[in-house]
């Protein structure tokens, strides 16, 4: 990894891990981490793959569909894994032909001098164990703590496509300069906090699944709205401006 942080890691599925780390405990929370300095842990492309080979401890990979970031569909692109020594996932379990479903980030070529070779390129990619890069893939959906430590939630590429899309927003800037809006769930309604009067606004609420419950345009001084009846307790809330957004994870109480 690219900082050197010590503490508990993230499992993924049928792997060793080479080393403990902090890191977030969710996809989602790995695409916008909850630390002052996210960039060490925000990846930089989030891939569907499938193996072509293995070199080292590395596996070379084709990009079937890309969800983030600028690699395209057909690329073959080198990811590299751990060595023993590393704070990477071992990737050489995977066998040729598999598929996988990574978030992965630039290399920083660590292995290079913690692995006593000089394989690794500036141009490769890396899978680090620091948060949750790794997701299962079968028949069309992808599983795995998407939303909840631990929990192995589900959901198709399509709606995963949503939902990473949402994962790696940021907040809303105020543009009264004061703090910034914050969304909060009380007595069945969805509330909007704080922050200067947002024009040109959308609040749109999925559940775990990824299934969209609503969306709706932000009217003037509105600031809440009725969840709708029997939505799941747990509601993944994006508010979009033009220029920026604000995703939460809310639990309804």
């Known amino acids: 990894m690219r900082h050197p942080l010590l503490a508990a890691a993230a499992l993924a599925p049928a792997l060793s891990l080479a080393c403990s780390c902090f890191g977030p405990q969710t996809f989602c929370e790995t695409l916008s981490p909850p630390y002052p300095e996210p960039q060490w842990w925000v990846p930089d492309n989030i891939i569907l793959a499938v193996k072509e080979s293995g070199v080292a401890y590395g596996a070379d990979v084709r990009v079937v569909q890309t969800f983030s970031g600028t690699l395209v569909p057909g690329a073959v692109v080198r990811v590299w894994g751990d060595c023993g ?18 978030a992965i980030q630039d290399c920083d070529l660590s292995g290079n001098g913690g692995c006593g070779t000089s394989l690794e390129s500036p141009t490769d990619h890396q899978l680090s164990i ?29 709606e995963f496509d ?40 959308e609040i749109t609420a999925w559940d775990l699944t990824g299934r969209a419950l609503f969306s709706v345009p932000v009217g003037p001084g509105e600031r809440s709205w009725v969840l709708p009846a029997r939505s799941s307790a747990v ?8 220029d920026r957004r604000l995703v939460r994870r809310l639990l309804r109480p």
Do not use: K
Not at 86 to 95: M, N, Q, S
């Open 130 to 158: 620091c948060g949750v890069y790794w997701l299962s893939y079968a028949n069309g959906v992808v599983s795995g703590p998407l939303l909840t430590e631990g929990a192995t939630e589900s959901m198709t590429l399509a």
């Open 162 to 201: 949503t939902f990473v899309d949402g994962c790696l927003a940021t907040s809303v800037p105020d543009p009264g300069g004061s703090d910034e809006a914050e969304l909060l769930i009380r007595n069945d309604r969805l509330h909007l906090v704080g922050g200067a009067e947002l024009r040109e606004a």
């Open 85 to 102: 020594l590393l704070c990477r996932h071992y990737v050489d379990g995977v066998a040729d032909g598999d598929t996988v479903l990574w």
């Open 235 to 242: 509601l993944l809330v994006e508010l979009r401006t033009p």
